[in-house]
């Protein structure tokens, strides 16, 4: 690490750096696991996946065993650790990307993925290899299962904190400097909790997750909260709650922690469409607090470019041009009423609203913002086995006075269907939303069918025969998609 970063968390303690394998460790050329099994993509994926069945568990004890198994990889690089209701995966992209354009190797673990688990782990701005993810999840799982024999009969480490260890020690044998990281659920037991984190930023505070996190505004903020370390800088986004603020405030206090927030000016001024100004203000806030606490200044230059090269999938994402098609992971009220309010940017004729949603989402307010704005919906089922029903989708519909509506199970069929209706008429425009599982499915269907037309094409012109690459222009779909 270079002697201009100082002293803090992961300072001159990257061991062997970039690219190297210690003793016992997995070798990230081969994918293959301390005792020498090579672990392909396709049995990374499986066996993440098959650790859903044990759900989400609690506790940083489980993690914490994992790191020292690992050697204690998190200690190796410093963080951003990005916690929040809305917006964490957008301001994560783009914090390091600013980042990354000031001569600092930078990471971001990401979550949840859209199409493949890849997604989540990032250096430079790129998706890990599938060899090294692969090698990675072989890695961890080798940890975990250590762990798991020390653990009582009914305790597992789970799917989360096997993804969050495999990426620390990817991030970590990758050599990165800087990475930021995002906070899956909460953040005082959340898996990321384990970094020490030089900046803590706070997008956005709202009901979700309430079951876990608790019934009020200042409940979550709480737990959110609970990672900021004492000594360090807390970054809040623009228009965050009065209760969550107060608390934040209180919070960094008590901490002695720097407090900074975007400003209603640096909103404006974010070089940047409306849909995304919020977020990157707020990225270009915390990375300036690491910059300034790593000694380097922070350049424009850097920060625009940041600005209008970053492109966050499945945030009005513009897919199709005939008929207009777009697609966004807004799946909860917040995150519906700033799509409402990005559309008017985008879309200018009849809207056709494709949507599915989560069982333990507010479907109902949801629904209140985004079916004012739309002439026709079809309503679907997100793969996964929380989906609400299409039906209840309907009637919640028909509660709000919305009668132009059908039901259609299959995503890719409804996707299709609001489509042709589109087409038919001028100036018209689809919008696919209500879930990341739903977002993630339908740009899985885009990337295939662009494959097969590559492929087609390429046998038509008489070149290459051979498999179509999967994963599109937007990223790399190596280890599949998520079921």
Same mark, same amino acid.
């Given at each position: ?10 300072s ?10 210690k ?23 499986r ?17 914490r ?30 914090? #390091? ?20 688990y ?13 060899? !090294? ?9 080798w ?6 024999r ?15 260890? #495999? ?8 050599g ?38 608790g019934?009020?505004v200042?409940?979550?903020?709480a737990?959110?909260l ?12 623009a228009?965050l ?14 901490r ?13 001024a ?12 707020l990225?270009?806030?915390? #990375? ?92 679907? !089922? ?14 919640l ?62 046998? #038509?012109?008489g070149?290459d ?19």
């Open positions: 690490m270079s002697s201009r970063h100082g002293d803090g968390p992961g001159g303690r990257r061991g062997e750096g970039s690219g190297s394998v003793h016992g460790a997995t070798d990230t050329s081969t994918g293959s696991s301390p005792g020498g099994q090579s672990w392909s993509g396709e049995r990374a994926e066996h993440l996946r098959s650790l859903e069945l044990f759900g989400m568990r609690f506790g940083l004890d489980r993690v065993r994992m790191m020292t198994a690992l050697d204690s990889p998190q200690r190796r690089f410093h963080t951003v650790h990005v916690v929040g209701t809305n917006g964490k995966t957008s301001t994560t992209r783009m914090a #390091a990307a600013i980042l990354e354009r000031h001569g600092l190797r930078t990471g971001a673990y990401l979550s949840p993925h859209l199409v493949a890849v997604e989540r782990v990032q250096v430079g701005e790129r998706d890990l290899s599938g060899p !090294a993810f692969a090698a990675a999840v072989a890695r961890a799982a940890a975990a299962e250590r762990v798991n020390t653990l009582a009969a009914d305790d597992h480490v789970t799917q989360f904190e096997l993804l969050t260890a #495999a990426a620390f020690w990817a991030l970590a044998e990758e990165v400097e800087v990475a930021v990281v995002e906070a899956g659920l909460g953040g005082r037991y959340d898996a990321t909790a384990v970094v020490e984190s030089a900046v803590t930023v706070l997008t956005t505070v709202g009901l979700e997750h309430t079951r876990w996190l019934p009020t200042r409940d979550i903020a737990e959110k609970a990672v900021l370390r004492p000594g360090s800088t807390l970054a809040l986004g228009d709650h009065l209760d969550a603020l107060a608390l934040a405030r209180a919070t960094a206090a008590e002695e922690a720097r407090l900074v927030q975007v400003s209603a000016e640096e909103v404006a974010a070089p940047l469409a409306a849909f995304q100004r919020r977020n990157f203000a990225a270009r806030v915390a #990375a300036e607090a690491y910059l300034a606490g790593v000694g380097i200044a922070l350049d424009e230059g850097a920060v625009r470019s940041a600005a209008r090269e970053t492109v966050v999938r499945g945030r009005v994402q513009v897919v199709a041009q005939d008929p207009l098609t777009v697609l966004d992971g807004a799946h909860n009220p917040d995150a519906a009423r700033a799509l409402a309010e990005s559309l008017r940017e985008v879309v200018k004729g009849p809207l056709a609203l494709v949507m599915g949603v989560l069982e333990d989402k507010d479907a109902a307010s949801m629904l209140a913002t985004l079916l004012p704005l739309s002439t026709r919906a079809w309503f679907t !089922a997100p793969p996964s086995s929380r989906a609400l029903s299409p039906a209840a989708l309907q009637s519909a028909r509660q709000l006075g919305f009668e132009a509506a059908e039901c259609e199970p299959n995503p890719r069929r409804a996707l299709e269907l609001a489509q042709a209706w589109a087409r038919a008429r001028p100036g018209a425009a689809v919008l696919a939303t209500g879930s990341i599982y739903l977002v993630g499915d339908l740009l899985a269907e885009l990337a295939e069918r662009g494959a097969e037309r590559d492929g087609a094409a390429r046998k #038509a012109a070149g025969r051979g498999d179509a690459t999967r994963g599109g222009a937007d990223g790399d779909a190596t280890t599949g998609r998520r079921a």
